[in-house]
């Protein structure tokens, strides 16, 4: 099945920082989320991004489909940033991977004030 | 308000002891999914559902079973349940399988003893 990396593993950030998450996936994709988990366990989508780029606020993401990657920025970052940051995929391989989605291990982020 | 539930949130139970987690949507969902989320194993798939009648493995089915003969309705269920199965569970849905933002329900925390 299609694989999912994410980098880097944990995150340490004073707060007014700003940061770059990444996303590597091994197979083409015709999906492509990002979600944060906060501290409650709460799990959050912040992007539907199959390709191209988006921004919503202080967060914008972008997918290279082509090179197989997806980056999530945060800017200006609060201490409510902090918490998990999951990239999830779907294979546009079609078959029985239709309908499955892949996480990745995720990215923890700490942010003090 | 648009939203997933599910319920309980969180059951200890004993090992065999046949139990169902519920989950149901409110937003005409075709796309409904089971996770769980292990530490150092981020969030798996356990069964999906494209539509009414229609279901498949994901990554870790073993163990449990879903049915879906409403759109609203995807119950998971342990028919014996095991320490192993110990987790944290997740339903969401999503509009189409492989189209659009997946939302989360707050999460089944399950013990077995």
């Known amino acids: 099945g299609i694989q999912v990396e994410q980098s880097p593993p944990d995150l340490i950030l004073q707060e007014g920082a700003n940061s770059t998450l990444r996303c590597n996936f091994s197979d083409s994709v015709n999906n492509l989320q990002w979600f944060h988990q906060n501290p409650w366990g709460q799990l959050i989508n912040l992007f539907y991004?199959?390709?191209g780029t988006k921004q919503n606020g202080r967060l914008s993401a972008t997918t290279v489909a082509t090179e197989r990657y997806s980056l999530l920025y945060i800017s200006s970052s609060q201490t409510t940033d902090s918490g998990v940051y999951f990239c999830?995929?779907?294979?546009?391989?079609?078959?029985?991977?239709?309908?499955?989605?892949?996480f990745g291990q995720g990215t923890i982020l700490t942010v003090h004030p | 308000e648009a939203q997933v539930t599910q319920n309980p949130r969180y059951l200890i139970t004993v090992t065999g002891k046949k139990l169902t987690v519920t989950c149901s949507q409110n937003?005409?969902?075709?796309?409904m999914s089971w996770y769980r989320q292990d530490p150092g194993l981020g969030l798996r798939q356990i069964y999906y559902s494209m539509n009414v009648e229609v279901t498949d493995k994901g990554d870790v089915p073993e163990g449990y079973k879903v049915s879906r003969k409403e759109k609203r309705n995807f119950p998971l269920i342990l028919e014996s349940p095991s320490p192993n199965q110990t987790s944290l569970y997740f339903c969401?849905?999503?509009?189409?399988?492989?189209?659009?933002?997946?939302?989360f329900g707050p999460g089944t925390r399950l013990t077995v003893t």
């Open positions: 937003m005409n969902h075709e796309y």
């Open positions: 991004i199959p390709s």
């Open positions: 999830a995929v779907g294979s546009d391989a079609g078959g029985t991977s239709y309908g499955k989605l892949t």
């Open positions: 969401a849905s999503s509009l189409y399988p492989q189209v659009g933002e997946q939302y």
